[in-house]
């Protein structure tokens, strides 16, 4: 069982940035990847990027490329999202997710961090 727990979400003007951290309880070789997804007021679920643990591969969805930037800490058993040029639509809770073998949905996930963008 891993538990994972998001913090660094808040209240950011447009345009600024944050930093989001995820840590997971266990030793993170037990993790094959973990990503970020977030979920707006009213919207589905949607996913943001992930990191494949060991290789440090990422992917992200093309419209935050170059926006948000996925990376990890094997020392820490963390996670990081840092999210710059924030918008309004931005504005969601913010779920970290893991993945402990390939192929197999994500099994784990954190409680979400508010992240409020205001124009």
């Known amino acids: 069982q891993v538990q994972l727990v998001e913090s660094g979400g808040g209240l950011v003007q447009a345009g600024g940035s944050l930093r989001l951290s995820c840590v997971a309880s266990?030793?993170?070789?037990?993790?094959?990847?973990m990503a970020w997804f977030r979920q707006a007021p009213g919207k589905e679920r949607e996913f943001v990027v992930r990191?494949?643990?060991?290789?440090?591969?990422?992917y992200y969805t093309d419209s935050l490329k170059g926006l948000f930037t996925i990376s990890r800490d094997n020392a820490k058993n963390t996670a990081y999202l840092q999210m710059n040029d924030l918008k309004p639509e931005d504005t969601a809770v913010y779920y970290c997710?893991?993945?402990?073998?390939?192929?197999?949905?994500?099994?784990?996930w954190g409680q979400g961090t508010q992240v409020t963008v205001s124009s």
């Open positions: 990191i494949t643990w060991s290789s440090g591969t990422t």
């Open positions: 266990k030793r993170t070789f037990s993790i094959y990847r």
């Open positions: 997710a893991a993945m402990s073998r390939f192929g197999t949905p994500y099994d784990y």
